[in-house]
């Protein structure tokens, strides 16, 4: 029993202060996110995709035109396939998870059976469609047998025919990704090379609308949990948050990397995100907020190309330039594995402190201190002297002009250069 008079517990809140603080420097003495590497690609990994079924199974792309498939609890390759000729530009598993597809530089798209072939029998694929120009994209519709590649123009494809049932262009010349909406499953986003963003939908003729922004977004992914929220990686170190119904301004404008942003991914929550990022580091941000809550980096690893985050919400996968994929903790201090009642009350308990003290300046200095590989320290250090001489000059030129003729512009809006519709 527990007496909760505040007059009996005159020192609470500085015990409650004392432990917040030891379960912050044990969080940070507990951090050890990497997990194993899967090494076995013979060339750089270009791009990864997560079984719709099964956790434990992922299946990598490389730029030899090999695929992979790998088993997660036990590390290691089950089956790997001589795909394509040239790169594997993008990879995804079929809905209901007996097969999934791939496109390359050959300028086909194959059609796989997801498990390994008998003793003896040959591995073709099902299908095999040849395109008239390069994909560099592909995604799969979430309950349809339809599938939507990107390269010169947006295709839509029905699996039965050899030919796009519906191809979309808007005056552009090629595009690097496309994604379906898992939620409003008809809607698609791409990202183009002439900077723009463009949405579809699957049910309409033309494309709805395009925000054009003032530097290339490499590739988007959509927030599984809230259908109208889409995050894009872009040249310009940033990611932007967008709602689809107001594409004049980001909702958020996320900064960290020093570094092109190369991939994102949500996680099933649709809280966080991962980015991976050509400065050769992984970060995590929460998805409303402008600054990363956790940052991956090894020695060995290079520029990151693709990431993803598990469907259970624990890990994240991450493939890089040099042949390896590396397997995260998404909570880098948490203990795998079962926990006892005791144990999982004090972590809870734990949290909370931590939450509750979380504004304290020491408490806070512990928490938000990450170690980063020199590059990317001094890079950071030096970007934020540019910013910082920038505003510096804009606010010296404001206060010699006349009043109100140059105008304060907000980071969100400084990056769109116009919405098309």
Known sequence: PRNYDPTLHPFEVSREYTRALNATKLE?????????????????????????????????????GEVKLWNLTKHDCVRTLQAHEGFVRGIVVRYCGTSFFTVGDDKTIKQWKMETPGYGEEEEPLNTILGKTVFTGLDHHQKEAVFATCGQQVDIWDEQRSSPIRSFTWGVDSFSSIRFNPVETELLASCASDRSIVLYDMRESAPLKKVIMTMRSNTLCWNPM?????????????????????????????MDHVSAVLD??????????????????????????????????????????????????????????????????????EKLGVLAPREREATNYNQKLKEKFQHHPQIRRIAHHRHLPKTVYHQSKELRIMKEARRRKERNVRKHSRPGSVPVVSEKEKHVVTVVK
């Open 28 to 64: 940070r003495v507990f951090a050890k996110p990497f997990l194993a590497s899967l090494d076995g690609h013979r060339d750089g990994v270009n791009c990864m995709a997560k079984h719709s079924r099964s956790l434990s199974t992922l299946l990598s792309g490389s730029c030899d």
């Open 226 to 254: 809230e259908a109208y929220y889409f995050t894009c990686s872009n040249e310009d170190y940033n990611l932007y948050t967008y709602d689809m119904r107001y594409l004049d301004r980001p909702i958020t404008v996320h």
């Open 264 to 333: 994102v991914d949500y996680s099933p929550t649709g809280k966080e995100f991962v980015s991976a990022s050509f400065d050769k580091t992984i970060r995590i941000f929460p998805k409303d907020g402008g600054h990363s809550r956790e940052v991956y980096h090894t020695k060995r690893m290079q520029h990151v190309i693709c990431v993803k985050w598990s469907a259970d919400n624990k890990y994240i996968l991450s493939g890089s330039d040099e042949m390896n994929i590396r397997l995260w903790k998404a909570n880098a201090a």
